[in-house]
């Protein structure tokens, strides 16, 4: 499979304070890779880094580069970059309007106009998310008042809304029911085709459900990346099998 | 048993005082209509209202507050036309825009502004701004509707930017974070997200700061000029309802006509305010 994303010695620092080791990875297309790890290993750090929301934190500093397709991204305009790297935050944060506007909101924004063009993006970002058909009698009504785990899904949908290349999820179930997680596990698995996913979990189970790979972060370093399998039945390190059979962490 | 009692008392002394404020406002209002009916039962609501002229001691008196409502209105409308998007767009630069240091120098001389009493705005307008009002329009008085806004407008920017900045500072980091991540800039983000998210309190800071203006007094007095004439423009000295009150109860007669005419504007200045109020609450609960 090709290449999607390339970081290659990637450091880095808050207030100076070093969160992420000299790490060298791939993203694949079309994979899920999911991020293990426990708390302070640098997994969201590392999240926040690829689409540069850690650009806006001003004790930011960081080290080495980061290539999505051959383009490095710190040489990319930001806005430019997260429309190609969308990401999803542990927290579904709906924006208080209504179903329908929060998906049109970015295609709005990035300068769709036609109404009937919108009305095909909606729907199709929807079914993508896995959630058309519990939402489509109610458009209109408020974002606000709907499940944790819809909330979620329809944050997946506004995401895919604008076509990005990769979906970064940060611990995208940590508050949900293991129904809902399962749902937007569904949705998961079926982006894939699509999309190139890169997924943070503290949730050991889910990694070795829907990752392609899997990536054991520790203390700001890379321990170890394999294909998930292979990791959850023979690691290679004795830490990652520590942290996998629940030793620590 | 003992710490119930205390909490018995607490509660009682509580429900007092609270109890307290709503019949003082109740007193309040009922003296307020009391003697306001007893005038318009003498010299009619449509005469009151609509009349034209306000001779309080020729003779026979009249009693029209007309000009003077439409000085009060024009005053309040140009104070907003100043002081809403300044103070919306200087909330929005100290709550969004500003690095730490400066937001909290600016913070402090808004609250500064708030700080300042009224009657020392409306002396120092008096010697600064009106003579510079009359020589750059090249009018006969600085004395105009045009002054007393522009005063006014000063005024009602400090309740504006405190609770517009509040209210876009109370706007959850996650929204914009969000939006962030779907690509949206800087601008798109604060025009889109968080006005949007912080707009009921917005609106509440503006109704908040044009009922300070509506209701103020003093500074108007100094500035407008006070000719209870309908004005053509707001380069025309204007006199307000507050003003006229302010100036003219000193002089009535206890009980008298005169005296009673007061009233009758402190009614319709109540009227008014309640129904900016009353407009400001359907229109943030549309919004919910």
Same mark, same amino acid.
């Given at each position: 499979m090709v290449d999607k994303i390339k970081v290659e010695n990637l450091s880095c620092f808050y207030s100076g304070k070093q969160? %992420?080791?000299n790490l060298s990875l791939t993203v694949k297309a079309n994979e899920i890779l999911s991020i293990i790890g426990p708390s302070n290993s640098g997994k969201t750090s590392f999240l926040r880094t690829l689409n540069r929301m850690?650009?806006?934190?001003?004790y930011f500093s960081r080290k080495g580069n980061i290539f999505l397709d051959d383009d490095n991204i710190f040489d990319m305009n930001p806005e430019k970059l997260r429309t190609r790297i969308g990401m999803l935050f542990a927290m579904p944060i709906p924006l208080p309007m209504s179903i329908y506007d929060n998906i049109a909101y970015a295609p709005r924004v990035l300068g769709l106009k036609n109404k009937k063009n919108m009305d095909e993006v909606v729907e199709q970002s929807l079914r993508d998310a896995s959630l058309w058909d519990e939402v489509k009698d109610r %458009?209109?009504?408020?974002?606000?008042?709907?499940?944790g785990g819809q909330q979620q899904r329809l944050c997946i949908a506004r995401i895919l809304a604008i076509e990005p290349e990769v979906i970064l999820f940060d611990?995208?179930?940590?508050?949900?029911d293991p129904i809902s997680t399962a749902k937007v596990e569904e949705a998961m698995l079926k982006l894939k085709e699509k999309y190139t996913i890169v997924l943070v979990t503290n949730n050991v189970k889910q990694a070795s459900r829907v990752g392609t790979r899997t990536a054991f972060f520790l203390m700001g370093e890379l321990i170890e990346i394999d294909k998930t399998q292979n990791m959850f039945l023979t690691p290679k390190n004795k830490t990652t099998e520590d942290y996998i059979t629940g030793r620590f962490g | 048993m003992n710490s119930k009692i205390t909490d018995y008392i607490i509660e009682k002394i509580i429900f007092l005082c609270g109890i307290i404020a709503i019949v003082f406002v109740v007193l309040i209002f009922g003296f307020l209509l009391k003697e306001g009916f007893a005038f318009f039962k003498e010299y009619g609501v449509f005469n009151f209202i609509f009349?034209?002229?306000?001779?309080?001691?020729?003779?026979?008196a009249s009693y029209g507050v007309f000009s003077l409502i439409i000085g009060s209105l024009l005053v309040t409308l140009g104070a907003a036309i100043i002081a809403v998007p300044f103070g919306i767009m200087t909330a929005l630069f100290i709550a969004e825009l500003a690095p730490k240091g400066i937001r909290d120098i600016l913070k402090s001389i808004v609250e500064l502004m708030a700080a300042i009493p009224s009657v020392v705005l409306g002396f120092v307008g008096m010697v600064t701004l009106v003579p510079l009002v009359r020589s750059i329009l090249?009018?006969?008085?600085?004395?105009?509707a045009f002054s007393g806004s522009i005063v006014l407008g000063f005024m009602a920017m400090p309740t504006i930017v405190s609770i517009s900045e509040d209210a876009i500072r109370s706007v959850p980091w996650q929204y914009k974070e969000g939006a962030f991540a779907l690509g949206a800039t800087k601008w798109q983000t604060i025009r889109r997200v968080v006005l949007k998210a912080a707009m009921p309190g917005i609106i509440a800071a503006v109704m908040l700061g044009i009922g300070r203006v509506i209701g103020e007094t003093m500074a108007v007095l100094m500035v407008t000029?006070?000719?209870?004439a309908i004005p053509t423009s707001i380069f025309d000295p204007v006199r307000t309802l507050t003003a006229t009150i302010a100036a003219e109860m000193g002089e009535t007669v206890r009980g008298g006509l005169h005296y009673r005419a007061l009233f009758g504007i402190g009614l319709v200045l109540f009227t008014i305010t309640f129904l900016i109020n009353f407009i400001a609450d359907l229109f943030l609960n549309k919004k919910k």
């Open positions: 969160v %992420l080791k850690n650009d806006m934190n001003v %458009l209109n009504s408020s974002a606000i008042k709907m499940s611990e995208p179930c940590s508050g949900l | 009349g034209k002229y306000w001779y309080p001691s020729s003779n026979p090249d009018i006969p008085t600085g004395l105009t000029g006070n000719a209870a």
